[in-house]
């Protein structure tokens, strides 16, 4: 595993944008010691202010983040119920098709048995017919 090193003071994990972590990044550095030395009682407070200061930066920066990553989950979320709704209306289209296509269907296989069982009566039924007409024709 390749060591990193630690992360800089200013580092905004929570930021969405280059900008908002540069916007982070410029905002008055705070001076870091090791320990206490070198610190006096009084500037413990603005020290400890300073650090507040930029926790509040970095919440706010989650918060907003969070805030975007809600709302664009409630529109993922709509979205995806205008396509469940356009599924299900394919489904009864594509159901209706189906029930339609299997009563032609079935039209088809009577008008074919139909034709089978009474085919040569509508031979014969037409050739008399032409018969007559000739015989009206040439007499």
């Known amino acids: 595993m390749s060591n990193l090193g630690p992360l800089a003071p200013d580092h905004n994990p929570f930021a969405d944008d280059q900008d908002e972590a540069d916007a982070l990044s410029s905002s008055p550095k705070h001076a870091q010691s ?3 030395t070198g ?3 009084t500037e413990l407070p603005t020290l400890q ?6 926790q509040d930066q970095h919440l706010d920066a989650l918060s907003a983040s969070l805030q975007r990553q809600h709302e664009m ?3 993922m ?15 009864g289209d594509a159901d209706r098709t189906g029930l339609r296509l299997g009563g032609t269907a079935n039209q088809l296989d009577r008008l ?12 014969l039924g037409a050739l008399i017919v032409t ?4 015989i009206a024709f040439f007499k």
């Open 34 to 36: 090791s320990g206490n």
């Open 39 to 41: 610190i006096t009682d």
């Open 49 to 54: 202010q300073q650090h507040w200061d930029d």
């Open 73 to 75: 989950s409630l529109q």
């Open 77 to 91: 979320n709509e979205e995806l119920d205008l396509h469940q709704e356009l599924l299900e209306e394919f489904d």
């Open 112 to 123: 074919r048995n139909s034709i089978k069982d009474h085919g040569m009566v509508w031979i």
């Open 131 to 134: 018969l007559i007409l000739l």
